[in-house]
């Protein structure tokens, strides 16, 4: 799934080739990417579009020779990709554009600020390769070895540590051409057309490089970035060809500078702080599983009782945002801009299955798009606190982009480490887990408080990967143990009824667990033959559709005001492996069956081994739930008796302590802090 859809996309024919376009944003000046090299297609821009079009009217193309483009035989000269891109500015009625492209596209990008210099605004180059293309050596090798080339190409393109999407993408998009076109390009590129004219340029210009540039080395941007008068150049330590790709929150601030706020008005008045009448915090809730909002309004009610002044502010999307605004709780208009999360993560979901690593990871441009939302945000309001719920795009960005942090930050989160749930996930999940303690521990100071939601004991004794620490060691060195966190007005347990016995079916608000609620309905059908008077409650959630649930005895509803007190005062419960719904039932002493998702490495293995801890039944697999054997548990233990480990319910409170003590004094030094990290974040702090 996209971070953003087009508008609008179609095509431009040149001669009897067909340019595929795709145009994005509704106001605003105009902004036209130009292709790379047609390797790779419009796609490689994902990191980009979406952060821009909230400002500007975007246009992408397709090379010739890649994407929805065509593929000639031949016409792959460096004018016939700027003919494209002009003939694209012309089907849009598009006078003038600011251009931005990378690699070999600042060849076509420049042969148009050169041809038709009133057509370009200004112009960015990203890793630009002017006069840069393959050797006859590289093309006759490639013809031939051509998955042995774009795997070595990428890899040297994309040299940083922990690029494995990045290749793992644009080797996709480039087995979406053949070798027979990138050697027809070759063979009509000119080195020499654009390079003696580079003096003539008269637009603004700014080139972003990395320093370990491998294709295009530093040296050969410094010489064609000096050779074009006024031109700017922006060095990214450390990054290889594509910065746009590997560090697109860096470079999306670039970008933002440099072509200016689009069609944002400035602010006509700014609040100083003195000013401020209350403190002020941005929440932000993953939206990934409802537990997080309700235990997020938690502790947002422990906070204003110890901070009376705090104004919380919501950053939020769907299904999390109907909960806040339900609760009368204060979300962000911003979050109209916040690309969809659940729907990418139910996109990778099956039959009560859902691979959720390789969702997560799969997430890329939605999570960038995402962060610069919250960087906008942030940036246009002065918060006194941020606090992030598995936000874990914005504990990632924060701490590849140090220098955005600019308030007090509390990270909350109920586990630590992604776990692999196959051979080939195995060295994928190592590496992203090593990305994260790296990261970590290179900037301890960008989290001034890092709460794990549970006791050190909730943490599974497994190594993040080999060579990798164990978890419950490296969590506990970094992490303080508030307890779980109920959802607010959570009731005690209430005594058992004397009426019918009461079932209770629920498994969240995704749409992943439709097929066990239907195999639980099957069963329920079945149970009444023991217990007829017995009564279903199926919370199907927004994201179900409840056609076919219904049944005696069987009430179907989307939506449940007060789903907790029912959990708390059910007979039987059946849920999916999820944290939050099994943690209440814990906290209630209710009999449960939980069927944790299939390929769900979190309610698989890090749910499980907590509720396992605290004495709950063991889970029960999907393929456990037909009908027969499902009615024969629920009969098993309908009512049962239970001896759960108590759940202490001050986690709100002690979490809410924690982050309240961020309002009114800074945290010591971290362990192992240096006094360099140190002075840097209290000069962000004084910031």
């Known amino acids: 799934m996209r971070a953003l859809e087009p508008k609008e996309q179609g095509y431009v024919t040149r001669g009897d080739v067909r340019i595929a376009w795709e145009r994005f944003g509704d106001e ?21 579009v979406p952060h821009l079009a909230r400002r500007f009217r975007v246009l992408t193309l397709d090379p010739r020779g890649n994407g929805r483009s065509d593929r000639p035989a031949s016409g792959y000269a460096i004018a016939d990709h700027a003919e494209d891109a002009l ?50 050596e590289v093309v006759a090798f490639l013809r031939d070895n051509y998955e042995t ?34 050697a027809a390009g070759a063979a009509e590129f000119d080195p020499e057309l654009i390079r003696p004219r580079l003096a003539e340029i008269r637009c603004p210009v700014l080139v972003v490089h990395g320093s370990e540039d491998i294709p295009v080395p530093l040296a050969a941007a410094t010489e064609a970035a000096g050779a074009i008068p006024g031109a700017e150049l922006v060095v990214v330590e450390g990054g290889g060809h594509r910065p746009d790709v590997r560090d697109p929150v860096f470079v999306n601030g670039v970008l933002d500078e440099f072509l200016g706020r689009g069609a944002r008005p400035l602010p006509r008045a700014i609040r100083r702080s003195p ?15 409802l537990g997080h909002v309700h235990r997020g309004l938690a502790i947002a009610d422990a906070l204003r009782e110890l901070c009376p002044d705090l104004e919380i502010t919501w950053l939020a999307q769907p299904p999390s945002r109907a909960v806040l605004e339900a609760a009368g709780e204060n979300v962000h208009p911003a979050s109209d801009q916040l690309a969809g999360e659940v729907d990418h993560i139910e996109s990778f979901a099956g039959e009560h299955s859902l691979p959720v690593f390789r969702a997560w990871r799969d997430m890329d441009e939605i999570l960038v798009a995402n962060f610069m939302v919250f960087a906008d945000v942030v940036r246009e309001t002065r918060y006194d606190l941020w606090i992030g719920d598995e936000a874990w795009e914005v504990d990632h960005f924060l701490h590849e982009n140090p220098e955005l942090k600019r308030a007090p930050y509390a990270f909350l989160t109920d586990f630590v480490g992604w776990l692999p749930m196959d051979n080939a996930e195995a060295p994928l999940v190592a590496s992203h887990n090593a990305e ?102 199926v919370a199907c959630g927004p994201r179900i559709d409840p056609t076919g649930l219904d049944g005696d005895g069987v009430t179907v509803a989307r939506h449940v005001d007060d789903l ?11 849920a999916q492996g999820g944290l939050a719904t099994t943690m209440e039932l814990v906290a209630a002493q209710r009999p449960f069956i939980h069927v944790p998702l299939r390929d769900h490495c979190e309610q698989q293995l890090h749910v499980a081994h907590r509720l396992r801890r605290l004495g709950a039944p063991p889970p029960t697999a999907y393929e ?46 971290s362990s192992g802090q240096t006094n360099e990290q140190q002075e840097v974040r209290d000069a962000l702090h004084s910031a």
Request: aromatic share 6%.
């Open 28 to 48: 605003g000046p105009w902004i036209l990417f130009v292709p790379t090299w047609n390797i790779v297609h419009s796609r490689v821009s994902k990191m980009q």
């Open 624 to 669: 456990h739930t037909q009908p027969e054997a499902l009615a024969s548990l629920m009969l098993e233990r309908l009512g049962s008796d239970t001896h759960y480990a108590p759940i202490d319910r001050d986690g709100a409170s002690r979490a809410a302590a924690e982050i309240a003590s961020l309002l009114t004094e800074r945290k010591g030094r």
């Open 275 to 289: 000013a401020r009448q209350a403190r002020q915090a941005l929440f932000v809730s993953s939206p990934i599983g």
């Open 87 to 136: 003939a694209v500015l012309d089907h849009h009625g598009v006078e003038r554009a600011a251009l931005i492209t990378a690699s070999q596209g600042a060849n076509p990008a420049l042969w148009l600020a050169l041809e038709h210099p009133a057509r370009v605004e200004r112009l960015v180059m990203v890793g630009p390769a002017v006069g840069i293309g393959p050797s006859e």
């Open 436 to 537: 994260m303690i790296e990261q970590v521990e290179r900037h301890p100071w960008v989290r001034d408080a890092a709460l794990f939601l549970g006791d050190p004991e909730d943490v599974i004794d497994r190594a993040f990967g080999p060579g990798l620490p164990q978890m419950p060691g490296w969590v506990a060195d970094r992490f303080s143990f508030p307890g779980y966190v109920l959802p607010r007005n959570l009731a005690a347990p209430p005594a058992p009824g004397d009426g019918p016995p009461q079932v209770v079916a629920a498994v969240g608000g995704t749409g992943s667990g439709a097929a066990l609620l239907r195999r639980v309905v099957d069963a329920f059908a079945l149970l009444r033959r023991d217990a007829p008077d017995a009564q279903l409650l």
């Open 564 to 574: 907790p007190a029912r959990l708390a005062g059910c007979d039987l419960a059946i």
């Open 149 to 182: 080339f774009i795997a070595g190409f990428f890899a040297a393109s994309l040299n940083e540590p922990y690029s494995t999407k990045a290749i793992e993408d644009t080797i996709g998009w480039a087995r979406e051409t053949t070798p027979d076109v990138i």
